[in-house]
């Protein structure tokens, strides 16, 4: 069977020993903390009113608040993170309306699930349906995700031979991202 992309993407497991991997280059999934965020929310609304658009929906000022909240760092936010956070800025809504606009919002696919977690995410994949494998660094907690398309048809093939139908699989991987492991690198030196 051919290596999976997953081991180059994924830090913190490479699926033979427990150690960090550390890669060479930083990864623009895992920006370094410090980084100017602006033109990562900017880039985020741009994609989210472009799905509004094509799917013929009004991005609404408050979906996008909702939007921005969570589109607010590289972190997974709960609905409730959301929920206070507009109130802190003076927008007061009831949970069931933060959580109808997340869902238009998962709906459209500009924001993902952290399942484990019970939080959202801004994913920046080109195809926004696609199947989805999340990393979440266990140190800064920061989340990313990948494509995931091979991995998920290689589980229908396998269940097929079990004639079993899955009506759903998750993949969230916890790790720990290059810049985490480089600090940590730092540390010890």
Known sequence: MPELPIKLLVCGFDGSDRRP???????????APQHNHAPCIDDAVRSAREAFSRNQMSFTPLREKVFREIAGSHKAV???EVLHSLAKEGTRLTPI???RIINTLLDLGVVRRFKSRNAYYVSCS???RSHRIVLACEICGRVADTDGAAIFRGIRRSLAHRAFSPRSAIIEVLGVCAHCAQSQRNARS
């Open 126 to 128: 080109e195809d926004p």
């Open 78 to 80: 709960g609905a409730y």
């Open 21 to 31: 991997m550390v890669h060479d280059m930083m990864s623009d999934a895992f920006p």
């Open 97 to 99: 309306s933060v959580y």
